[in-house]
């Protein structure tokens, strides 16, 4: 079964869904609060299920797709559903059809199985809720390390400063002393800068899994409405 759910929501190289993609960036709404880092390398703050673009540079991690199909197999729906329904609706890829006619197609056969538009939109639905679920998981996780790894050495740099403040107004027997705090807290400076750095591109690296497969979902569900409800 996981084999065939990566098959419908393969990810290649470039993070792009593979044959039988069928989201359009116009179809799908983006959030104005893109997650953008801010010039202390601390990521604004974002809420379970708040839309969130992933850099240009970022690339799609396996575990990441694989995680999420996984929590989809786990939560699968018996029947013939809206994941059914999406393997008929990529069969139907290389027939040379318009999009209203390959999803009503599609739904003719899917009727035959027992299903209906209601059914799908709500299997659909089910799918996105079980990814929310993962998202909400994957953001606790990621702002357990972010306090872990960036925000207690924000406060370890605070300190430093402090006290080369403090240094600076001693006489001049102290200033090998300043000076060797210095390099202290440029150390702790550019450590933070890498491990804010590894922490970005891991949430860059999950939002491109997660985001390829909700949209195709979404895409698919707005659809569904469009052409079937």
């Known amino acids: 079964m996981f084999k065939k759910l990566k098959g419908l929501f393969i990810v290649d190289e470039e993070g792009k869904a593979n ?5 359009s960036d116009k179809s799908v709404p983006k959030s104005s609060n893109q997650g953008t880092k801010s010039a202390n390398n601390k990521p604004s703050a974002q809420k379970p299920n708040e839309r969130y673009e992933p850099s ?10 694989n995680l999420l199909l996984g929590a ?18 990529q ?31 709500s299997s659909a639905g089910h799918y996105v809720k079980i990814l929310q679920q993962e998202e909400r998981k994957f953001l606790e996780a990621f ?11 924000n406060n370890e740099i605070k300190t430093l400063e402090k006290s080369i403040v403090d240094k600076t107004k001693r006489i001049e027997q102290l200033k090998l002393e300043i000076e060797k705090e210095k390099k202290g807290l ?10 804010a750095a590894k922490v970005a591109s891991t949430k ?26």
């Open 19 to 23: 044959v039988g993609k069928t989201t």
């Open 56 to 65: 240009s540079n970022a690339k799609p991690n396996e575990k990441f797709v």
């Open 72 to 89: 989809i197999e786990k939560n699968n729906i018996d029947g013939f559903d809206y994941l059914e329904y999406k393997q008929a609706l």
């Open 91 to 121: 069969n139907l890829g290389n027939v040379q059809m318009d999009e209203a006619t390959r999803y009503k197609s599609a739904m003719a056969m899917a009727k035959t199985m027992g299903a209906t538009s209601a059914k799908l939109e």
């Open 143 to 153: 702002q357990n390390q972010q306090n872990a790894k960036v925000s207690a050495r």
């Open 186 to 195: 440029e150390a702790k400076k550019t450590a933070i800068n890498n491990a």
């Open 204 to 229: 860059d690296s999950f939002y491109l899994a997660y985001n390829i497969v909700v949209d195709q979902i979404k895409q698919d569900l707005a659809n569904i409405k469009k052409y079937l409800s």
